[in-house]
């Protein structure tokens, strides 16, 4: 029987190092040195009787038994997380692991007339709050769109077992103890079971269950007090990534009012891309994350997300994956000059990608995200342009502004689902439905470019001309001299030919 849920749990008493646990199996455990407590239990080092090792390769969570959180993630293991099952979707998917702390056993015991439980888990090393700390609070870019490739490989593995995890964060992120360059989302005691036996939970708003969660990063859906789902894992995972990049968010200063942090969630959201964009740190872009929040935002309550499509967006290139990187080294920002000459110098400042060009307005990208994801949940189609306003905006747009839009339209086409991007810069997108589409650029002269793949800028004076001819030609003083040394010597074999011809 499941344990009521209370609003504050108590901390145990610590358990004697050295004590022996039987669990449910008739496995025994010796208890070592306790080397963590969280919100209801404390962590201790275990040791394996049949298998007796100095190094410790086990650890036990313990709680009193009328504590609520360990019961919910025993049940999480015990339906979704065996380890049977995690090898088995590790050979489907074709990955080198999965992120998801093997279960070893659990049990009950007594202490000083308290009932207390206990669940067997394999050892981890330091969570990436701690590494967080030793960097200052960021990460390198490469490193934070790694970490959110990793967690959608987990996220993708416990939805399809019907539960969401519900507090993705630093601190539940741990390291592996025997290959640090893994990474493993750990503590399902607020996970939950979305979907159970395929019938996906119903749309609710509770305000009595508002708020819940890590209040930095918990969803707009828990803020209004619905159940967690699928989408709600990934937006958290997009406020984790933005923290980690930018090294604090929007709402960080009104954690202590969760209307305001709820309120500047829903702002950023709205106002995709241009509110993560400009929210880049100097020397880098959120261009992979403006995306990633995109399609997040757009996913309806009871969607599945497109995994696939979400670790393309933070990995365009395909590169594989490699060793995790955690240094405090400042990194080398790569810029290319109006001169298309290349710079290699960490003192460089990006331009605000809030800077893009102005033929996508403010106000179109304002509303789009927003309106997109409404008529999405209502099941309506959104209103396809018109042949009319199509000839009206090839009539208004010169050549090159015809061209680029066409192409962001069929990318648009070809995902119905999401707001795609372009893959070679990041730009906000134009609603096609308003009139504000099809006017002219305020300064038609300037267009800048950010980069995806290379971390820069590219800062064109002025549009590409048609005419590549039409450009001026500068020459040197000696050219200058030689061009009219030749032209004087040939005018010269002119003249005695034609009098020689006159003559003969």
């Known amino acids: 029987m499941a344990p009521r849920r209370k609003e504050k749990y108590k901390l145990p ?9 039987d669990d449910m199996d008739g496995n025994q455990w010796i208890l070592g040195k306790m080397i963590g407590s969280g919100g209801f239990g404390l962590i201790y080092l275990a040791f394996s009787t049949n298998k007796p090792n100095k190094d410790a390769r086990h650890v036990i969570k313990v709680e009193y038994q009328e504590n609520g959180p360990l019961f919910s993630e025993l049940k999480f293991y015990q339906r979704a997380a065996k380890k049977e099952y995690i090898r088995k979707w590790i050979e489907k998917k074709k990955l080198d692991y999965l992120g998801v702390p093997l279960f070893y056993g659990f049990g009950l015991t007594d202490f000083k007339g308290r009932s207390y439980r206990f669940m067997v888990m394999e050892r981890l090393g330091v969570d990436l709050q701690q590494k967080l700390s030793d960097q200052k609070g960021t990460f390198q870019k490469s490193t934070v ?9 987990i996220l993708e593995y416990i939805h399809e077992n019907e539960y969401v995890h519900g507090d993705i964060k630093a601190a539940n992120l741990l390291l592996g103890y025997i290959n640090p360059d893994q990474v493993y989302l750990a ?59 930018c090294g604090k968010l929007p709402w960080d200063t009104n954690l202590e009012d969760p209307l305001a942090v709820q309120t ?16 880049a740190p100097p020397g880098s872009s959120c261009c992979e994350l403006a995306q990633f929040l995109v399609c997040v935002h757009n996913l309806a309550y009871d969607e599945k997300p497109d995994y696939q499509k979400l670790k393309k967006i933070l990995n365009p290139n395909g590169v594989p994956l490699g060793p995790l990187e955690f240094s405090t080294k400042a990194q080398s920002v790569r810029v290319c000059t109006p001169t298309l000459q290349k710079v290699d110098s960490p003192n460089v400042t990006m331009k605000a990608a809030i800077e893009l060009p102005d033929k996508f307005p403010k106000k179109a990208c304002r509303g789009t995200s927003a309106t997109w994801r409404k ?23 010169n050549m090159y502004e015809y061209s680029d839009f066409q192409s962001d339209m069929h990318s648009l086409q070809q995902t119905p689902s999401y707001m795609s991007f372009q893959g070679s810069y990041c730009k906000s997108y134009p609603d096609p439905t308003s009139r504000d589409t099809i006017r002219k650029p305020r300064y038609p002269a300037q267009y800048r470019y950010i980069s995806t793949s290379d971390v820069g800028v590219t800062d064109l004076g002025s549009p590409p001309r048609l005419c590549p001819a039409a450009f001026p030609v500068t020459l040197s003083e000696d050219m200058k001299a030689d061009v009219y040394n030749y032209g004087l010597t040939i005018l010269c074999l002119l003249v005695l030919v034609c009098l020689a011809l006159y003559f003969l």
């Not at 769109?145 to 490989?153: A, C, F, K, N, T």
């Not at 979305?194 to 939970?201: A, E, Q, V």
């Not at 828990?222 to 990049?245: F, N, Q, T």
């Open 13 to 21: 008493v610590p358990l004697p190092e050295g004590k022996v646990l």
């Open 187 to 245: 503590d399902y005691g607020l996970s939950y079971r979305y979907c159970p036996n395929g019938n996906h939970k119903q749309y609710q708003e509770n305000p009595r269950k508002g708020h819940n969660g890590t209040i930095e990063f918990t969803s707009l859906d828990a803020h209004k007090g619905v159940a967690p789902s699928r989408r709600s894992d990934v937006e958290i995972l997009g406020y984790c990534m933005l923290r980690w990049l």
């Open 375 to 397: 008529e999405h949940e209502e099941g309506q189609p959104r209103a396809l342009l018109s042949r009319a306003a199509a000839q009206e905006n090839s009539r208004r747009r």
């Open 145 to 153: 769109l790694q970490l959110g490739i990793r967690v959608l490989d």
């Open 264 to 279: 500047a969630k829903t702002n950023l959201l709205d106002e995709l891309p241009e509110s993560v964009l400009s929210w």
